[in-house]
């Protein structure tokens, strides 16, 4: 696969993730990263971005490519390995049984936020059973506003995940490099660079919560048109002195 980039490709994504990763100190040399590729748009686009810079950045860091099979029989994932293999790496493969536990043994009703666990879960431990020491998730703006917004509406508190996180329980630093992209920008890189997505046969794909809230967002943007940067600014500017704690 050509990843030669091209004039526009900073502009347009380069130039954010590379100030995404210099704000909370992201990347470093001799850093090995594994990289969640669920075969989805957005991990398959940060691989992509990280391959990149892979090249262009004067240190060296190494990217390991994990993607978990949670045994759903009818999910092809020849072609993700083709694309791994196509930027001239090797794809680890970790089989689970995460969709059995999450929908015939437990039955949730609500699957997500335990499956989300559990594959978060399995990532980092087949990531350090390979000696990485960070692990990369494809988690961009649009994701953090519908986090919001989920922890918000149904869990009555204000909350994000954090570009950059030490889990010591598990000794691995998790980043989101891709935090400042929009989702349409990476759906305009999948399509200007090629980059094959894999149909999720996941049983409650497109019938979850976090499908409710990005309706919810595509509708406030029509409304506020630069609602995503707002968000990006407040969540990046919050005066705790404008919260109320518990009365003290």
Same mark, same amino acid.
């Given at each position: 696969?050509?990843? =030669?980039p091209?004039?526009?490709? &900073?502009?347009?994504?380069?130039?954010?993730?590379k /100030? +995404?990763?210099?704000?909370?100190?992201?990347?470093?040399?001799?850093?090995r990263i594994?990289?969640?590729?669920s075969?989805?748009?957005?991990?398959?686009?940060l691989?992509?971005?990280l391959?990149?810079?892979?090249?262009?950045?004067p240190?060296?860091?190494?990217?390991?490519?994990?993607?978990?099979?949670?045994?759903?029989?009818?999910?092809?994932?020849?072609?993700?390995?083709?694309?791994?293999?196509?930027?001239?790496?090797k794809l680890h493969?970790?089989?689970?049984?995460?969709g059995?536990?999450?929908?015939?043994i437990r039955?949730?009703?609500n699957?997500?936020?335990?499956?989300?666990?559990? =594959?978060?879960g399995?990532?980092y &431990?087949t990531?350090?059973?390979l000696?990485?020491? /960070? +692990?990369?998730?494809?988690?961009?703006?649009?994701?953090?506003?519908?986090?919001?917004l989920?922890?918000?509406?149904?869990?009555?508190?204000?909350g994000?995940?954090?570009?950059k996180?030490?889990?010591?329980?598990?000794d691995i630093?998790?980043?989101?490099?891709?935090i400042?992209?929009?989702?349409?920008?990476?759906?305009?890189?999948v399509?200007?660079?090629?980059?094959?997505v894999i149909?999720?046969?996941?049983?409650?794909?497109?019938?979850?919560?976090?499908e409710?809230?990005?309706?919810?967002?595509?509708?406030?943007?029509?409304?506020?048109?630069?609602?995503r940067?707002k968000?990006?600014?407040?969540?990046?500017n919050?005066?705790?002195?404008d919260?109320?704690n518990?009365?003290?």
């Open positions: 696969m050509d990843i =030669r091209v004039k526009t490709d &900073n502009k347009k994504f380069l130039t954010p993730v /100030k +995404a990763m210099q704000q909370y100190r992201m990347l470093e040399p001799r850093d594994a990289v969640g590729l075969g989805g748009k957005d991990s398959s686009t691989f992509y971005i391959t990149l810079l892979q090249r262009q950045l240190f060296k860091f190494e990217l390991i490519p994990i993607t978990l099979t949670l045994g759903f029989e009818n999910m092809d994932i020849s072609p993700l390995k083709d694309y791994v293999d196509g930027l001239g790496n493969i970790k089989a689970t049984h995460i059995r536990i999450v929908f015939d039955e949730e009703k699957p997500c936020a335990l499956c989300a666990n559990l =594959r978060r399995a990532l &431990n990531a350090k059973s000696g990485c020491n /960070k +692990a990369a998730l494809g988690h961009h703006l649009d994701d953090a506003i519908e986090t919001m989920m922890n918000l509406l149904f869990n009555g508190k204000l994000v995940f954090q570009p996180s030490y889990l010591d329980r598990r630093t998790v980043i989101r490099p891709m400042f992209l929009q989702e349409k920008t990476i759906e305009s890189i399509k200007a660079k090629g980059i094959p149909k999720n046969t996941c049983p409650a794909n497109k019938k979850t919560k976090r409710e809230m990005k309706g919810l967002v595509e509708e406030l943007s029509r409304r506020y048109p630069d609602i940067y968000f990006l600014h407040a969540v990046q919050v005066e705790l002195k919260f109320w518990a009365g003290l």
